[in-house]
């Protein structure tokens, strides 16, 4: 059974940075575009970022137009693992972040809702107070 397991999230002062983190167990997601979405209270469910994974992509990322320049995707394939680095952030980026993956493109990554997706985690909670 596959499992992704977010870590990383807190609490943290505006500007300040965190690095979340997503492990998958039970298989490996080397063909699955794997990424982050995030939910705050109130608001529908926002796609932040994915590692396209499907076989004949080089891996490219994507980023919601909003996050580019603050926040960086990576994946390391040898850990199973995948890594949000958020910086500079802002009271607006406060929200539970989820782990995803499915078997899809990048752009259909960004439209499913977080029970359409093939696996998805627990979430982890980003708070930016000060």
């Known amino acids: 059974q596959v499992q992704l397991v977010e870590s990383g999230g807190g609490l943290v002062q505006p500007g300040g940075s965190l690095r979340l983190s997503c492990a998958a167990s039970g298989a490996t997601l080397d063909d699955y575009t794997i990424g982050w979405f995030r939910q705050a209270p109130g608001k529908e469910r926002e796609a932040v970022s994915c590692i396209e994974g499907i076989e004949g992509s080089d891996g490219s990322t994507y980023y919601a137009d909003s996050l580019k320049g603050r926040f960086t995707i990576s994946r390391d394939k040898a850990k199973n693992t995948v890594y949000l680095q958020m910086n500079s952030l802002k009271p607006e980026d406060t929200a539970v972040y989820y782990c995803?993956?499915?078997?899809?493109?990048?752009?259909?990554?960004?439209?499913?809702?977080?029970?359409?997706?093939?696996?998805y985690g627990q979430g982890t909670q980003v708070t930016v107070s000060s």
């Open positions: 995803a993956a499915d078997l899809s493109s990048w752009y259909k990554f960004f439209l499913l809702d977080r029970d359409e997706f093939d696996y």
